[in-house]
Structure formats: C-alpha cells, structure tokens
C-alpha cells in the first residue's frame, strides 16, 4: 500500500512564524502537491513537484513556498504565518507518468494560526 | 472560477436506499474523473474513477456516471450504509501533462438508519 506521511497532526502557530509542513511518500512516486481544504471551498492546490527539485504554483501559492530535494520529500513553507493560513493542508503523492491515475493523500495536518 | 462544482453542501439519504452525488465541470479538456471519499480529520481516500472514453464504470456498490455532452458525471451507492457518511469529492484530471487534481467543494452525505 502507499504510505504519505505527514509530519504532525495538529499544529498551532503564532502569527508572523516560520512554518514548515513536511511531507513523505514510501512509492518513488514522481508527483507530489499541496492542498488545503477549507469548509465550502473543497480542496485547492497550493503547489505541486513533478520530479526533484522541480515545482509549479497551483491556484493559490501566494505566502507559500516549497521544496523538493529528495524525490520521496516535499515540504511546505509559510513564509509568515497569518490567521487566514488556519487550514487543514494535505499532502499527496502520485505516480507520474499514468495513463490516468489517482492521487493518495497523507492523514493531513490541521494548523491553527493564532 | 470554480472549474469543478459540486453543487449540493449536503445530502441525507435513507439506510439501504440509493446516493446520488452530482458534479459538473466547466473545462471540456478534462478526460479524467474520480471521486474521493473523506471522513474527519483523515486524509481523502480514492473511490472510482473514470476516463471520458466511457460513460460507466463501476465498483461493487459504486457506480461513476460520465455525460461528456452535459459536462456532468455521478457517483451512484446502492445500497447505501452507515459507513459510507462521509463527505465525498469529485476531482477532475488529465491523462496526460500535467496531472494535477481540480476538486470540487465537496458534498457532505449522511446516511441515517
């Protein structure tokens, strides 16, 4: 089975903090993003890697940043936390070249901004 | 610009009875369809998916129905159980370039005995 693990569960934060949520996936798959989920408006990508050290923004990457320096590692940044970042964020993994397939996610981590 | 909409917050549906889910999609390129489910405080897990050269697919008590022309499919559970509460997101995708997921905003299903 693929295993996507994220680093915490819950985190809280204090407005104006450096962030950083990480993300690890066990299947050598070569894509990886970044959502949030926030009640009414589904999930939205915030970033997403195709291969190492290669990244593009989603539909919403600004106070965002990543990094991918190990194809099985893929970390999100908050550059300067706000209390509009309070989020569920989750991670996801998949294979990258498919003839259409799906995207497994980690357990997610609920990060509250105070 | 929502591409992808799931336009009912919510739905209520009898135990043993049947679930249908909407969604509709905006962008006529898309040729990949799935639907995730996702119960609190976990991640989505991976239901059905479809691709547009077909208009059915099914998966024991899940059927994804595909209508290119209406840009709508479905997620039909028969028979629905106490399990399956959850809410439940329709994705959309490319088979090929870019792979990323556009997901609706979710609809929330509560099953009641």
């Known amino acids: 089975d693929v295993k996507v693990t994220q680093s915490s569960r819950y985190l809280v934060k204090r407005t104006g903090e450096k962030v950083f949520l990480e993300c690890v996936q066990d299947m050598d798959h070569e894509n990886m993003f970044w959502y949030r989920q926030d009640p009414g408006l589904g999930l939205r990508l915030i970033y997403f890697?195709?291969?190492?050290?290669?990244?593009e923004k989603g539909d919403i990457p600004e106070g965002y940043s990543v990094s991918r320096e190990k194809k099985e590692r893929f970390s999100l940044i908050l550059e300067s936390a706000s209390t509009n970042q309070t989020s569920m964020y989750l991670c996801a993994s998949q294979v990258g070249q498919g003839v259409g397939t799906e995207a497994f996610f980690g357990q997610g981590t609920r990060l509250t901004v105070v | 610009d929502q591409q992808v909409k799931q336009n009912s917050p919510s739905l209520s549906v009898q135990e043993g009875r049947i679930s249908i889910l909407n969604c509709d999609y905006t962008n006529s390129m898309f040729d990949y369809f799935l639907w995730y489910k996702k119960y609190p405080a976990e991640g989505p897990t991976f239901l059905i998916s479809?691709?547009?050269?077909?208009d059915k697919n099914e998966d024991g008590r899940f059927t994804v129905f595909l209508n290119k022309s209406a840009k709508h499919l479905s997620l039909h559970i028969v028979p629905s159980q106490p399990g399956d509460s959850a809410v439940y997101f329709c994705a959309a995708s490319f088979i090929q370039g870019a792979q990323k997921l556009v997901f609706g905003q979710g609809t929330r299903l509560t099953i009641n005995p």
């Open positions: 890697s195709y291969d190492v050290k290669m990244k």
């Open positions: 479809i691709s547009s050269i077909k």
